[in-house]
């Protein structure tokens, strides 16, 4: 019998009441639940070295952003996120998985958060970005 690892979500949702768009995926890699993160990596949402979101939001607003484990490059992201009134709202709060991966696919006995609950709580948000897929 295979074990299963049990991948929840390191980061409680970045929302304020002045948030008017969020930013909804799934579960960063499982690497950010254990700790084990790698150079380069981030500890905050979308932090992955091997990312898109911020290297992109990097060059489009010539943020200078640190993309390295410190305190100082995690409140860039907060700071940035903040001043636009962006935030994030993974849906999946929990899944096992049998292979430890960042595929969504291998997913299973998943536990999501309640985004709804989220929107009616911050009315301001009108826009929700939603990460991945094709």
Known sequence: M??????SHPYEPFIDHN???????????????????????????????????????DRIFNLNLKFETTQEAIEQRKSFLKQRHIGVCDIVASAEREKVDASDIGMQNIELRNVLDYLEKYPKVKTLLFTGGK
């Open 2 to 7: 295979q074990k299963v690892f049990l991948h």
């Open 19 to 57: 948030t008017e768009k969020l930013i909804v995926g799934t579960l960063p890699p499982p690497r950010f639940t254990t700790g084990d993160l790698k150079e380069g990596d981030v500890n905050f949402c979308y932090g992955s070295r091997d990312g898109q979101l911020w290297p992109i939001l």
